[in-house]
């Protein structure tokens, strides 16, 4: 599987971006997907997550009510709409996918693909 991130940009306190996560593969919709975050001079974190079938749904308590991740199966996309950003959400968005859907979904090692980055920047 291949990933590749885009819709990243400048915006303002309060605004809006939806991320797109593109993946060629053509077993893409059994796998796991998820976003992650890495602001300077920090660790990469978890941000978001969702099974192949959407009936599990994480995210990180920060994004919660604010962020929405989705996928569409059949475009081999995940999404991920931000919402009310806030400067704290600055960091370089990576999405990734996991063969399996695992408890441990928050961390980075259980995702076999990456991702190249992209980078949200909101000016407050």
């Known amino acids: 599987v291949q990933l590749q991130a885009s819709g990243g940009g400048l915006v303002q306190a309060g605004g809006s971006l939806r991320l797109s996560c593109a993946a060629s593969?053509?077993?893409?919709?059994?796998?796991?997907m998820g976003w992650f975050r890495q602001a300077p001079g920090k660790e990469r974190e978890f941000v978001a997550a969702?099974?192949?079938?959407?009936?599990?749904?994480r995210y990180t308590d920060s994004v919660k009510g604010r962020f929405t991740i989705s996928r569409d199966n059949a475009k081999t996309m995940v999404y991920l709409q931000m919402n009310s950003l806030k400067s704290e959400d600055t960091a370089v968005y990576y999405c990734?996918?996991?063969?399996?859907?695992?408890?441990?979904?928050?961390?980075?090692?259980?995702?076999?693909?990456w991702g190249q980055g992209t980078l949200v920047t909101v000016s407050s």
């Open positions: 969702r099974d192949w079938s959407g009936s599990r749904t």
């Open positions: 990734a996918a996991g063969q399996y859907w695992r408890t441990s979904y928050y961390l980075p090692e259980v995702y076999d693909y």
């Open positions: 593969g053509r077993t893409f919709s059994n796998y796991a």
